[in-house]
């Protein structure tokens, strides 16, 4: 199992799921893959509400929170906050627009808003707070654009006084978490490495393997030949760790500098593509704001938890769905196609489809190739890669 996401295989399919969620998915499949991931998160977070209400009046807390599926109960805040900040951004642009469904987008985000009180782990205050922050920022950038002061095409003045609700709020989560939720549930403590620790750890392993370090989630290695000795005289003088402080933080010790610079050009990639996409739109898209925003969060989850697999694919999912949303038609508009056919020597046909938009230009090439032996033997290799997934997935 790869927890944390940090495995080759992993990361891997998150770039391929990425990649393809940008191709292929258009404005109406954006549309439908945010409703289900916005009912899945309800659901997550209002079980995970009666769960802990059940424990205070007297019920047994299941054992699905301690161990649930996505991890330690930490990790299961993040994936709400993310959950969370994704409905913030839908209801802030529906309510704004006077949509009624903005309003069921409202109540999954107290739901969700109030399952992360009870848990309180402060660090996703931290995350919330500079996610807020920036979405607040963009907005009253839109504001400042040229336009009248009553034209806000970011939330509207007054969606946008619940944001700073919401700001004021996780700041004060911030310092006192959950000062009054201590009594409703009391979460399991979660040990990990400091961040001094961490990072003294990679400076040792790039000391003897610079460029690509231990090994992508191997920190476990990386840990019991360069943990510091003192350790030995307490009581985690047994306790072995999978991760550091942060992802981040634990890259250099796994992947080395050439890793490490990587993952640093997908986030630097990541928040240009979401600002870029938010600076130029024209109005406030809701995908657009849901999708940026929940991917902003997760992407500063990096810096300051652990890294997780449901997290991390959610990242790059919202990725590529925002790449999606950037180089696809506007919504309500069906552009032109243009078919050619090229029929080149070797008796392969080859069909190129290219996508126009209303302007003229291509924004999609599909190749089709029809040829009834390489046909044949791509399903084949289909149907074996198949069935060795399922046998080495069992």
Known sequence: PDSTGEKTASLLAFIIISFVSAAVLVRRDVSRVMALLLASFGILGGFTLLSIIVARWGGALPAWLNVNPIGTVNALAWVLAIGFFMSLGLALTLVGRGRG??????????????SLILIGFRNTWMGVVAAIITLIALAFTKSWEGREPAEHPGFGWGVLFIAFIVLA???FLVFKPTPFAASIYQPPLE???SLGATLDIGRKVLAEEPWLGTGPGVFRLAYNRFRDPALNATVFWAARFNHGYSLLATLPATIGILGTAAFLAVVILAVFLMVRAVWRSQDSDPLLWGAGGAMFLAILMW????????????????????????????AGTAPPALAEVVEPSGG?????????????????R????????LNFMTSLSAVFAAAFSLVAGW
């Open 348 to 364: 392969f046909g080859i069909k190129i489809l290219h996508r126009l938009r209303p302007s003229g230009e291509v924004y999609r």
């Open 366 to 373: 599909s190749f089709e190739l029809h040829a009834p032996a």
């Open 303 to 330: 810096f300051l938890y652990a890294g997780n697999f449901t997290a991390s694919f959610l990242l790059f999912l919202f990725l590529g769905m925002l790449g999606a949303l950037v180089s696809g038609h506007p």
């Open 191 to 193: 040990v990990s490495p």
């Open 101 to 114: 469904a903005g309003w069921l987008v409202i109540l999954i985000s107290a739901i969700l808003f109030t």
């Open 169 to 171: 709020s996780s700041l």
